[in-house]
């Protein structure tokens, strides 16, 4: 009984023995099937998120090109609204310019001289006071008992030191002038120096005879002075009298194209 017994123990034991490696088999199997499906799944994921990342910077790149055109055409637009506005802006600016720069086309205007320039006024007799201004004219009362008088309109103030300053006029053709006599039948002469000019009385003269006693305009070609450099221009107007006492007045004075 014992024997047998124990044949038996010793049939289980090794039955057991048996049993045994086929559970380490399936160990090994399943081991095995799991390294490769994670070396199969791991350049999978790789591959996937490169994918999605050159997915995102394609949109990326549209979306930038997208806003580089508009970009683009946003400079364009602001480039043509700039041309625009400088275009409306540039015959204001040009206007403003000739009304305040000094020496400008406007010398008299409304009882006023235009900016930079002044009055001087002179006589044989050493006489100043006999032009005045008033109600938007210059009206110049020339005294009896002088060979001449002259009124003058410089760039700056008068000197005798030469070379005088001067203001380039050349880009203009005439001289324009509204004036008229008190009494009507008046006769002055109007002259243009420059900054060269000799104090002799030698600069070319243009006589206006005959004035009325309603404003007329005259216009004086500035070819007509022959002796004064207009690239330089000093006195930029003259009135000059000779003859019998009488008033002229003048209100408005400038250089035309």
């Known amino acids: 009984m014992d024997m047998q017994g124990t044949d038996q123990g010793n ?41 999605t990342i050159v997915g995102a910077l394609v949109g990326f790149g549209e979306v930038r090109g997208r806003l580089g055109g508009l970009e683009d055409r946003m400079t364009r637009l602001e480039g043509r609204l700039d041309a625009l506005i400088s275009d409306v802006q540039r015959p204001v600016a040009s206007e403003r310019a000739h009304a305040q720069e000094p020496g400008g086309p406007l010398v008299f205007d409304g009882g006023q001289f235009g900016s930079g320039y002044h009055l001087g006024v002179s006589s044989s007799g050493r006489l100043t006071g006999w032009a005045t201004v008033s109600g938007g004219e210059m009206c110049m009362s020339y005294p009896p008992g002088q ?3 002259a009124i003058s309109i410089t760039v700056g ?16 053709s005439s001289l324009e002038l509204e004036v008229r006599g008190v009494t009507g039948g008046e006769s002055v002469e109007v002259g243009l120096k420059d900054s ?22 005259h216009v004086l070609p500035l070819e007509q002075f022959v002796t004064a450099d207009l690239t330089r221009l000093y006195v930029v107007t003259e009135f000059v009298f000779s003859t019998n006492p009488e008033t002229v007045c003048v209100r408005r004075i400038r250089f035309v194209p």
Do not use: C, F, H
């Not at 023995?17 to 390294?35: L, T, Y």
């Not at 000019?197 to 243009?206: A, C, L, M, R, V």
């Open 147 to 149: 060979e001449w008088g």
């Open 196 to 217: 060269m000019d000799p104090d002799d009385g030698s600069e070319t003269k243009i006589l206006l005879r005959d004035l009325s006693q309603s404003w007329e305009t």
């Open 157 to 172: 103030s008068s000197t005798q030191e030469l070379p005088r300053p001067g203001r380039d006029l050349s880009e203009y």
């Open 11 to 51: 049939e289980g034991a090794r039955g057991t023995s048996e049993r045994e490696p086929n559970q380490e088999g399936r160990k090994d199997g399943v081991a095995r099937s799991s390294g490769w499906a994670g070396k199969w799944l791991a350049p999978t994921v790789v591959v996937a998120v490169v994918m």
